[in-house]
């Protein structure tokens, strides 16, 4: 087992916040985070490798994984299915990787009930109105769909207590920078290194 413990490092952030980009960056400064792969139902988006972004499966396939206990935390978003398989997070950790979570609200609070530990950063918007600003021009999505999302973000915002740390993106690079100094920070607290005070006193 390594000594040093893994941190579980979860980013919840309203749909259009710019989250994916954020985590994009935030690898290339922090090549050591390893991201945790999600199952989903919902229909892979242009790009999207079986695998490597999500593992995309059945709703049947999916509900029968969830009735199993396969995963820490699972939710319904959207009208699709997301859940992150348990086994793998704690091996993970374990054995001192550091792993990050895209998860949204309702998944960040049943990891921390079923898990009791990491590290919830809640990213904001500059505004309402710059989110709806950056769902359209995304251009993925009915004005149905992102009115739906609009609608979400407000009832996402106001949850936001829940987490330990607030970013807003107003700037991608200062974001990255802010959520990557929170991780380092965190990463000095005994709880991860718990056998230190031991190896200090034998290295006389």
Request: aromatic letters at 10%.
């Amino acid at each position: 087992m390594n000594s040093q413990r893994g941190a579980l490092i979860v980013i919840t952030a309203p749909s259009g916040t710019g989250k994916s980009t954020l985590i994009k960056e935030l690898k290339k400064k922090m090549p050591n985070l390893e991201f945790s792969i999600s199952y989903t139902t919902r229909q892979p988006r242009a790009g999207e490798v079986d695998g490597k972004d999500y593992f995309f499966v059945s709703i049947k396939k999916f509900l029968a994984l969830k009735d199993q206990g396969f995963f820490a935390e699972w939710a319904e978003v959207h009208g699709n299915y997301y859940g992150t398989p348990k086994k793998n997070i704690l091996k993970s950790l374990q054995e001192g990787i550091d792993l990050l979570f895209d998860i949204d609200i309702q998944g960040a609070k049943q990891l921390k009930d079923n898990l009791k530990q990491g590290i919830y950063i809640f990213i904001f918007p500059p505004s309402l109105k710059e989110l709806k600003n950056r769902l359209q021009k995304r251009g993925t999505d009915s004005q149905e769909v992102i009115n739906l999302r609009l609608q979400n973000a407000k009832q996402e915002i106001k949850h936001a207590y829940f987490f330990d740390y607030w970013v807003v993106n107003d700037d991608l690079m200062k974001t990255v920078k802010k959520i990557e100094s929170i991780i380092i920070v965190e990463k000095l607290k005994p709880f991860y290194h718990p056998d230190l005070p031991k190896k200090i006193l034998q290295s006389a």
